[in-house]
């Protein structure tokens, strides 16, 4: 592989002996994974049914290496949303994010959804997921991975970082920037990012990178963590944007995002291979030891930098802070919880514009619904998470879960509401297993025809045990309703 020359002189001088066994990793094959999607199985179970050959990830918990040839992405269990197809290094950034259910958590450049999904699975339902990209049709794709993976508590931007702090100050308990980069760290999985890298350099990245944790930072509620990664070795993008937000913003700290091996719960996890921040590359804090560097001639899999931010609060603030903002205020760096204002998209007037067939469908669902939640918008039912704030004004590609449309005397479930479904919360189930001519058919968006005599009505189609999506049965007729623009191809 050609590398660029200038690029070629940095890392000479920034690896020294180490130079030559990184550039061998060039001689290699890049490495490709999956990570499942824990909403809807257990990696144990996962291992049981997968069909092509896997191998632990040793530092993600639900992360295995696969091969290529086997085309994971051509399976019916990846149209059921059990795994998401990701790059190993890439899969840790949001596995060492200390996310627990009923969270709000933060996404800020979050297409095309690896991370989100990850961190939507471990939120188990509770707290919210706002998952944003300035890019539109980046957002797009992200929207569809949320769905698949049957997300129900996420709230879906397409803004500028920036307009997002009017509206979230100081929300979230947890906030993951996977900052945009240079991509020094995928030539080798991609080596047309090189073209990019000429063209911008290191500069044009690291501007934009001091902007958008400047604006995390005001969003993130004190007591809570943010993490910070980049796919790319330029010290001035990682430890020199970490050192910059430590000079601004000097109630955070760098704080170790890899357990001690006496504390580790899980003894499974290994990170053999990872190393320490270069502190020493940008005249930086001693703290920055506690960033995380991983290079792929070290490990299987690409490079990544990685640090975990921890915002305190002093005791002193606690006097200042007034309810309801804040309740639960304890001192000494420990957990705020947030209380926002009323959300007012929920409101008693909104509710009852939902259609009798729409209340019908709703209740026949065996999930905990609050009504209160439910809001409509162009006859579309949506299920809200709930504590979120007025959001008038925002560029919103979902809000919440998408539970289908009204139409005249009549309503019709979503693609989305499909995925969110495990097979115990809904009665009418038609089972294929997962070699099922069929199935692959209704992926197709084509006509089936099965056997037996089916009751009228909505019927959520699976494979094996894991929704697909939808087949409307009238008469022994069966209507795929499938969604065209998910369709197998």
């Known amino acids: 592989m050609n590398l660029p020359q200038l690029f070629e002189d940095r890392m000479k001088s920034l690896l020294g002996e180490e130079y030559e066994a990184y550039l061998q990793c060039y001689n290699k094959p890049h490495f490709s994974g999956l990570r499942v999607n824990t909403l809807k199985i257990t990696p144990e179970a996962f291992e049981q049914i997968c069909p092509f050959s896997l191998r632990r990830i040793p530092w993600v918990n639900n992360g295995y290496y696969t091969d290529t040839e086997q085309q994971p992405s051509k399976h019916p269990f990846y149209y059921a949303g059990l795994y998401y197809i990701q790059e190993p290094s890439a899969m840790t950034p949001a596995s060492l994010l200390p996310v627990q259910p009923g969270d709000k958590v933060l996404d800020i450049c979050a297409a095309p959804g690896g991370k989100s999904t990850e961190l939507g699975a471990r939120l188990c339902g509770e707290g919210v997921l706002v998952s944003n990209d300035i890019s539109n049709s980046r957002a797009k794709a992200l929207l569809k991975n949320i769905e698949l993976f049957g997300i129900r508590n996420a709230l879906v931007l397409s803004e500028a970082p920036g307009k997002l702090v009017d509206y979230f100050p100081e929300y979230f308990d947890k906030i993951l920037i996977d900052a945009p980069c240079s991509g020094e760290g995928m030539f080798r999985k991609s080596p047309a990012i090189m073209k990019n890298w000429e063209q911008y350099g290191v500069e044009y990245y690291n501007k934009l990178q001091k902007e958008i944790i400047l604006y995390a930072a005001r969003m993130l509620k004190p007591g809570g963590y943010m993490l910070y990664s980049t796919c790319t070795f330029s010290p001035e993008e990682n430890e020199g944007t970490i050192q910059f937000l430590l000079k601004e913003c000097p109630e955070f700290h760098v704080v170790k995002a890899l357990p001690e091996l006496s504390e580790q719960k899980n003894a499974s996890l290994s990170y053999e291979g990872f190393e320490h921040g270069r502190p020493e590359w940008v005249d930086g804090n001693e703290e920055l030891t506690h960033c995380i560097r991983l290079w792929p001639h070290k490990i299987d899999g690409e490079g990544h930098f990685i640090t975990l931010l921890h915002k305190e609060i002093d005791a002193d603030q606690l006097d200042k802070l007034e309810e309801p903002q804040y309740q639960n205020q304890v001192a000494n760096g420990a957990k705020l919880r947030f209380v926002s204002k009323p959300n007012s998209y929920t409101t008693r007037k909104e509710n ?101 005599d089916y009751r009228a009505g909505w019927y959520l189609v699976c494979v094996e045990d894991y929704p697909l999506g939808w087949l409307k049965i009238a008469n022994n007729n069966f209507k795929n309703k499938y969604l065209p623009g998910w369709r197998w191809v």
């Open 352 to 452: 009852s514009s939902i259609s009798d067939e729409a209340l019908e469908f709703i209740h026949s669902i065996k999930f905990p619904i609050n009504q209160e939640q439910l809001v409509v918008h162009e006859d579309r039912v949506y299920l809200l998470p709930e504590g979120l704030p007025d959001l008038k004004g925002l560029r919103i590609l979902r809000q919440g879960l998408l539970l289908g449309e009204m139409k005249k005397s009549r309503f019709e479930p979503s693609q989305a509401l499909a995925n969110s479904l495990k097979v115990t919360e809904y009665d009418k189930i038609i089972r294929m297993k997962e070699n099922d001519p069929n199935i692959i058919r209704y992926l197709k968006c084509e006509s089936i025809e099965l056997e037996g």
